[in-house]
């Protein structure tokens, strides 16, 4: 069963603009990681936050993780029409190296 | 770095007839991982190999679906018979492995149709 549930569903944006996209996650986890799929690609990895970590930053990439309320968002800064792709977290649950991925989000930046 | 292999890009078979895709992982990766993605949705993991030994199976539907990975290395993946629900893109990743979830290297997968 897929554990992560994202919102939103799709979102659609003009190059400059910023993306937010939210996951809500189940059960107790050592980290959380964020992936993007390009179409008709395999997933790439973005970054990862551990349980014990509240914000991390790569480049244009801010992730937050709240484990009181079980979620964690990716922020997009400055996106650009390369960025537009499906992104999906996935959450690794304590004591096992099993990634249980959302449903995710699929990001569309017009030029 | 060479990334994950996998073959062949693309398959279409008819219901009922077998298929299996290939995946060579990363050199040194001591996990191996096969999902399950369909079309809208997260891929789903079927079976995780640690070395050459399977960890996890519960979503690998058996009647139907096998994996082995020899020698620790190359894996396949294989359905018979196929059904229509199979229809799905078939991702291997690989990683290092360990207790606290890595991350994973995925590869390009393989896009399978069947009618």
């Known amino acids: 069963s897929q554990q992560g549930e994202e919102d939103p569903q799709a979102l659609s944006i003009q190059e400059g603009e910023n993306a937010t996209m939210n996951c809500s996650y189940k059960?107790?986890?050592?980290?959380l990681q964020w992936y993007r799929q390009n179409s008709g690609r395999g997933l790439v990895h973005l970054i990862l936050?551990?349980?014990?970590?509240r914000e991390k930053h790569s480049g244009r990439l801010r992730v937050t993780l709240d484990t009181s309320k079980k979620s964690s968002s990716l922020l997009i800064t400055a996106s650009r029409a390369a960025d537009t792709a499906s992104y999906f977290c996935?959450?690794?649950?304590?004591?096992?190296?099993?990634?249980?991925f959302g449903t995710g989000t699929r990001l569309q930046v017009f030029p | 770095e060479a990334g994950v292999a996998q073959s062949p890009r693309y398959k279409i078979i008819e219901k009922r007839q077998s298929v299996a895709f290939w995946c060579n992982p990363i050199?040194?990766?001591?996990?191996l991982y096969w999902y399950q993605q369909i079309l809208g949705q997260g891929p789903k993991l079927l079976i995780q190999?640690?070395?050459?030994?399977?960890?996890?199976d519960s979503q690998l539907p058996k009647d139907r679906f096998s994996a082995e990975r020899l020698k620790g290395v190359d894996s396949t993946l294989k359905i018979q018979p196929a059904k229509l629900e199979d229809s799905a893109v078939y991702l291997c990743?690989?990683?290092?492995?360990?207790?606290?979830?890595?991350?994973?290297?995925f590869g390009a997968g393989t896009r399978l149709s069947v009618l």
């Open positions: 990743a690989s990683s290092f492995g360990g207790p606290q979830g890595g991350i994973q290297y």
């Open positions: 190999f640690q070395n050459n030994g399977v960890v996890d």
């Open positions: 050199s040194g990766h001591a996990t």
């Open positions: 996935a959450t690794a649950r304590r004591g096992t190296d099993k990634l249980i």
């Open positions: 936050i551990r349980s014990n970590e």
């Open positions: 059960t107790s986890i050592n980290n």
